[in-house]
Nanobody, 130 residues
Framework: QAQVTESGGGSVQAGGSLKLSCTASDRIYSKNFMGWFRQAPGKEREGVAAVATGSIRTHYADSVKGRFTISRDDAKNTAYLQMNSLKPEDTAKYYC???????????????????????WGQGTQVTVSS
């Protein structure tokens, strides 16, 4: 049984919008943060957004800040990623997973997956054309 299921990806032109959804098992959804990650061909997976339980805190990668909004519905074990003003560089496969927010010594922070190997879903492809 899949632990996480993502949906909502598609192909859009630059400047367009998409809304991704992710439903997770209780075990995964109960962790402190749910996050969205993306991986483009030939690149490492990066965390783009995370939201704490109860939606009391959100974190974003600098590359998406002001354009993407993460949210969650704890009654449905579902997290969302509203993506506006999409750019071709947003093209990637997007994944949802439990997450942690890690602070570096310089005060900056990044979003790290908090998963076991079998916890990743199939992802959903987002393609943005110029």
């Amino acid at each position: 049984q899949a632990q996480v299921t993502e949906s909502g990806g598609g192909s859009v032109q630059a400047g367009g919008s998409l809304k991704l959804s992710c439903t997770a098992s209780d075990r995964i959804y109960s962790k402190n943060f749910m996050g969205w990650f993306r991986q483009a061909p030939g690149k490492e997976r990066e965390g783009v957004a995370a939201v704490a339980t109860g939606s009391i805190r959100t974190h974003y990668a600098d590359s998406v800040k002001g354009r993407f909004t993460i949210s969650r519905d704890d009654a449905k074990n579902t997290a969302y990623l509203q993506m506006n003003s999409l750019k071709p560089e947003d093209t990637a496969k997007y994944y949802c997973a439990a997450a942690s927010v890690v602070y570096r010594a310089d005060g900056s922070r990044y979003i790290r997956p908090d998963v076991s190997p079998g916890d990743w879903g199939q992802g959903t492809q987002v393609t943005v054309s110029s």
